[in-house]
């Protein structure tokens, strides 16, 4: 491999090799998932009465087991390493699952340190539900992987965008092809990325990663550190480094955050051009803004647990962000916790007021539950707000769904649900084009427990 690699699309283009043939048209589903309600109003009578929608794709079975039991009944049991801690016993739950940029392909995260892709039928949407859907690749790793990625120009039709970053504890950062391996032997990584600190050497493993807008270069969160890398140099150093904590011995009035930087996201880019805000949460609940996409100055900074006056406070509460959403328009700022019942919405064009929050959510525990954002349409025509759709789970098995977020001040509780699992629900995500769902969930159990829920399920709107 050359020591460099000028851009993903033209290193894949010596090693993509020949794709399985499949008999799929990648903008069908698209298509279709156009096609299907999008918002409430369209469908008063199914929504107002809260029946759930339509399950039009399950893994079924397949993850209902342990790692172990997984491993083998995916031909992958080869990859075992040793287990003192008995972790191949425990059950192969579902952490995360991300769309692809094309709304065609899922990315999932399980217990099992698998990163697997599931792409979707063209004709899910039309054939008898629900389908079975089957993993199409399957990337090992040894460790525990702390945070992934997927290529924002992720194309079903051209193999050279088939990456993901993962960030495997103890161990660089990867990016990684995610097409089948054509043999039992692991793929190895395309490049992999080390964060080690210039002074004591000592390895970091990030909590969260994200691509920035144009897919050149990727950022990292870790312990009071966000660290910038160009995708175009492999086994380098990060290209800036940026600490979020002014000092070892800071002051939480000095300005900052502090703790780990579990939680990542950018603002949308303008038409004007430019790079937008980086927002970034730590577990010891600190929010930081920072300008030019991160390589600016810091714009603000404030703790969800010292701002005085917060209603949200005694409502839903939090021990440490795990995710943040931004509006397609740029203006509102989700904010989402562990251990929490809701999440907090913030209007960024005044400084990061608290402008409400959304409760109900269930979501007390550690476990960590993603959460996930739509664009109501009717309601964004109407001219009120951006019309701003958030969806989480709850560790009861629901999904829940608040509508028009940022229209409204104070809390609010959600304005749909429905029972989609029996386990927590760990991630879900939103079909760019509206009136499609998916959802994941699981959680740990006791060996022999059979009352286990871990399963990817699609739902049709």
């Known amino acids: 491999m050359a ?40 469908t ?5 009465d809260h029946l759930p929608p339509n399950l039009v794709g399950t893994t079924g079975d397949l993850f209902q087991c342990s790692v172990r039991d997984t491993l083998e009944r995916e031909g992958l049991a080869s990859g075992f390493t040793e287990d003192p801690f008995n972790h191949n016993c425990l059950p192969n739950y579902f952490q995360s699952v991300q769309l692809s940029g094309d709304g065609t392909t899922l990315l999932t995260h399980n217990a099992d340190s698998y990163l697997r892709t599931f792409v979707l039928p063209p004709d899910l949407l039309t054939s008898p539900p629900p389908r079975n859907l089957t993993p199409y690749s399957a990337v090992p790793s040894t460790e525990p992987v702390y945070a992934c990625a997927l290529y924002p ?27 089948p391996s054509e043999s039992s032997t692991p793929t190895p990584p395309v490049a992999t990325y080390p964060l080690v600190s210039p002074t004591t050497e000592a390895s ?16 990292a969160g870790a312990r009071d550190l966000i660290a910038f890398f160009d995708i175009s140099r492999p086994y380098e150093s990060p ?18 955050i502090t703790g780990l930087v579990a939680a990542l996201a950018l603002s949308p880019v303008s038409d004007e051009g430019g790079s937008g805000l980086l927002a970034a949460g730590t577990y ?6 920072y300008d030019a996409g991160g390589l600016g100055e810091s714009v603000a900074t404030w703790s969800l647990s010292s701002e005085k006056g917060d209603e949200a406070e005694p409502e839903i509460g939090g021990r440490g962000v ?33 402008l409400g929050w959304l409760k109900g959510r269930n979501a007390k525990g550690m476990q960590r ?24 789970g709850g560790k009861d098995g629901m999904v829940r769904m608040w509508e028009g977020v940022g229209l409204k001040e104070g809390g609010r509780s959600e304005d749909w649900r429905w029972k989609g699992h029996d386990d927590p629900v760990t991630s879900v995500a939103v079909h760019p084009r509206g009136g499609v769902v998916m959802s994941c969930s699981g959680q740990r159990h006791d060996e022999g427990d059979e009352e286990r829920d871990n399963r990817l399920k699609v739902w049709a709107l």
């Open 3 to 42: 020591d460099t690699i000028p851009s993903p699309q033209s290193y894949f283009g010596d090693i993509s090799g020949e794709i399985e043939e499949r008999d799929m048209d990648d903008s069908a589903f698209d298509q279709e998932a156009a096609n299907l309600p999008r918002s409430r109003s369209q």
């Open 369 to 392: 539950l993603g959460v996930a954002m739509g664009v109501c349409e009717e309601k964004k025509q109407e001219g009120g707000g951006c019309g701003n759709d958030i969806w989480a």
């Open 322 to 354: 795990t995710q943040l959403l931004w509006s397609p328009c740029g203006r509102y700022l989700c904010v989402a916790e562990r251990d929490s019942d809701g999440m907090r919405i913030y209007d960024i064009r005044v400084s990061g007021k608290l």
């Open 153 to 179: 120009f992720f194309d079903l039709s051209n193999p050279s965008t088939y990456l993901a970053l993962s960030s495997p504890r103890d161990h660089p950062i990867r990016l990684s092809s995610l097409l």
């Open 284 to 289: 010891n609940r600190g929010v930081g803004l």
């Open 204 to 219: 970091s493993t990030p909590n969260s990663l994200l691509f920035n807008a144009f897919g050149s270069q990727f950022i």
């Open 44 to 48: 008063p009578d199914r929504l107002s």
């Open 239 to 256: 290209v800036r480094r940026l600490s979020t904590c002014p000092s070892r011995n800071h002051h939480p009035r000095a300005g900052g």
